[in-house]
């Protein structure tokens, strides 16, 4: 039996779940959710008990994946809705800003140019001045989606290994290398 799929799910009280099928439904004070699970897959929901579970029909290889994933992807949706996801970005680099104007996100990190990164609808950004970076702080209640933008944000200037400038994860860790050796 899978360790995470037989997990019970918790559902906070201002979050509604709307099971239709394979295609499951989740509204809640963040935003709504909605996905299509593999159809062997059975979701139910214990209005009760306010629990949400997932069953698997046979103990296939195919199954025992989905129930997991399933599981998991679910639980994602729920916290996301009710509590939201976010990802910390620092900026590193002598020189290099992040500002919010308006709902964008402006970057100045070594280009001719400030880049600009327009969040899609359900994301938003914050930034700061950290006591040694700034602080990009990327929220939404999508966690897929927080997760790529963020990762598409650091895409526009990943760290370099030789001074650790650029845009990473907060708690990332860069190896640096020695650069050139003098005689």
Partial sequence: MSRIGRLPIPVP?????????????????????????PAAMKIIFDEKARVVRVERPSDSKQHKAWHGTTRAVLNNMIIGVSRGFEKVLEVHGTGYRAEV?????????????PVVVSPPPGIEFEASRGPNAYIIKVKGYDKVLVGQVAANIRKIRPPEPYKGKGIRYQGEVIRRKAGKAGR
């Fill in 101 to 113: 104007k308006g709902k964008d996100l402006v970057l100045n990190v070594g280009f001719s140019h």
């Fill in 13 to 37: 009280e201002n979050v509604q779940v709307d099971i239709q099928g394979s295609h499951v439904r989740v509204k809640g004070p963040k935003g709504e959710l909605s996905f299509t699970f």
